[in-house]
C-alpha cells in the first residue's frame, strides 16, 4: 500500500468516494456539498462522480435534512450529512441527539441507524462566537454515539471510512484550521478503528493527552520541553466515544504524572472525563493530581484579545489574572525582549503572559483596576498590554509545578 502527500480536506473527500464506490447506499448531503462543491471544497468532483441522487444540495435547514437522513438510515441507507460547521447542528439538536443515538434501543433492535454528521468543530478564521463551538463537551455525553475527532490526513481518512462503515450514529469533527494541512495518506482502502489512541511522541517523564487540533500544541510543546529534559510521552486519542483509556493508563502508570489538554470548556468536558478516569485506574501511580488545559471558561466574542487568551494553554486564566496581585508573580526569563510572568492559583494550576518588558507593573495595576471596575475580560487584558499567551510555557511551568 503505497503513500501520497494529501492536505486533510483531500483525505476526507477520499473517504467518503471509496466507500461511496463500495456501498451503493452511502450518500452525502448538507448545504452547498453539491453544486459548489462544498464550503471547505471537501466534496470537490463528487457530484460529477456519483450525481445528484447520491451528492445532494439541501436548504439551510438542518434540523430538516438532518431529520430526512436519519429516516433514511433507519430504512437501511447510509447517509453522511455535513454540518457547514458543528455550531449549526445546535439547531438540530433533536434530530441529532434525541432520535438518532435512541432509535436502536427504543425500537427494540428493529431500527438501527448508520449515519455519520461530520463538519468543522471549534473557532475557524475570522469566524465569531456563534460559529467557534467545541461541541464534544456537550454531545460526547450521550449514549448511543461514537465520536471521532482526527489530527493527522491519515487518521482523517481512515477513521472516517471507518465511521461511514459502523452501524451507530457516529458525530464526526473537524477542524476548519487543518483541513490545508499535508502528510502522508495510505493509497486505497484505509480504515483506522474506532478505541485505538496512538503515541505520537513516546516519552518517560510526563504524559499529555488531547484530542484533534490541540494533538499539535502538545508535540509542539514537548519539543521545546525536550530542550529542558522533560520528556513528555503524547497520545492523540483519535476518538473521545469510544475512548481507549487502556493506553493512556499505561502511559500514566510509566510516568507517574499527567496533563490533559482539551479545546473545550472545562466543565463537563471529555478532559475533565479522561481526568477522572486516569484518577480512578492511577490513584496510586500518580505523583500529583491530573493536570488540565482547557479553552478559558468565557465566551468567546470573537475580538482578538479574548482569543489571544482564550486559546487551550491558557488553562483557568480568569482566575489567575483575578488573583495575580494578590498571589504574586515572578518573571522566569528575559529573552527576545519579552518578559514571562506566571501565576498559580490555590489548586495548583498556572497560567502564563507574555508582556512586554517594563510594562508588569501596568499589568498587574491595569487588569486588577478594570476587573474590579467591572469591565470586560478582553478589554482589561488589551488595557494592561497583554500581547501574548503561549501553550509551551505554560505546560512547562504547570509540569515544573508536578515535579516540586
Known amino acids: 500500500m503505497s503513500e501520497r502527500i494529501l492536505e486533510f480536506r483531500d483525505a476526507l ?96 433492535g428493529q431500527f438501527g441507524c448508520p449515519i455519520v454528521f461530520r463538519g468543522n468543530d471549534g473557532a475557524g478564521g475570522q469566524l465569531g462566537s456563534t460559529h467557534s463551538w467545541c461541541v464534544e463537551g456537550m ?42 494541512m499535508k502528510g502522508h495518506v495510505p493509497e486505497g482502502d484505509h480504515y483506522v478503528p474506532f478505541g485505538k489512541a496512538v503515541v505520537r511522541r513516546p516519552g518517560t517523564d510526563v504524559t499529555i493527552i488531547s484530542f484533534g487540533r490541540p494533538v499539535h500544541f502538545c508535540l509542539d510543546a514537548a519539543e521545546e520541553l525536550a530542550k529542558e529534559g522533560i520528556s513528555c510521552e503524547v497520545i492523540d486519542g483519535r476518538t473521545i466515544r469510544p475512548l481507549d483509556i487502556d493506553t493512556i493508563v499505561a502511559s500514566v502508570k510509566k510516568t507517574n504524572s499527567c496533563v490533559v489538554v482539551d479545546q473545550s470548556w472545562s466543565f463537563g468536558s471529555p478532559g475533565a472525563e479522561v481526568a477522572a478516569q486516569v484518577h480512578a485506574a492511577c490513584f496510586d501511580d500518580l505523583d500529583n493530581h491530573v493536570m488540565r488545559v482547557h479553552i478559558a471558561d468565557v465566551v468567546d466574542i470573537g475580538d482578538a484579545a479574548t482569543r489571544r487568551i ?95
Open 310 to 404: 482564550a486559546a487551550p494553554g491558557a488553562q483557568h486564566l480568569l482566575q489567575t489574572i483575578a488573583v495575580l496581585w494578590q498571589m504574586g508573580f515572578h518573571p522566569l526569563q528575559q529573552q527576545d525582549g519579552v518578559g514571562i510572568v506566571v501565576a498559580t492559583d490555590e489548586i495548583g494550576f498556572a497560567a502564563v503572559l507574555h508582556v512586554v518588558p517594563g510594562l508588569l507593573e501596568q499589568l498587574v495595576h491595569g487588569v486588577a483596576g478594570h476587573l474590579v471596575m467591572g469591565v470586560g475580560l478582553a478589554t482589561a487584558l488589551a488595557a494592561a498590554a497583554v500581547v501574548e499567551v503561549r501553550e509551551v510555557e505554560f505546560l512547562h511551568v504547570m509540569l515544573a509545578h508536578q515535579r516540586q
Open 13 to 108: 473527500r477520499e473517504a467518503m468516494s471509496q466507500e461511496m464506490r463500495r456501498d451503493p447506499r452511502v450518500f452525502l448531503l448538507g448545504e452547498e456539498v453539491a453544486q459548489y462543491d462544498g464550503a471547505y471544497k471537501i466534496s470537490r468532483g463528487m457530484l460529477e462522480e456519483f450525481g445528484p441522487r447520491r451528492i445532494i444540495d439541501t436548504p439551510i435547514s438542518e434540523s430538516g435534512f438532518a431529520g430526512l437522513a436519519i429516516g433514511a438510515a433507519m430504512q437501511g441507507l447510509r447517509p453522511i450529512v455535513e454540518f457547514m460547521s458543528w455550531s449549526f447542528s445546535l439547531v438540530a439538536a433533536d434530530p441529532i441527539l434525541n432520535n438518532a443515538p435512541k432509535m436502536l434501543f427504543m425500537s427494540g
Open 139 to 180: 454531545f460526547s455525553n450521550v449514549p448511543g454515539l461514537k465520536m471521532a475527532i482526527p489530527a493527522f490526513p491519515d487518521d482523517a481518512k481512515g477513521l472516517l471510512a471507518s465511521a461511514i462503515k459502523d452501524d451507530d450514529p457516529v458525530f464526526f469533527l473537524e477542524s476548519e484550521r487543518l483541513l490545508a
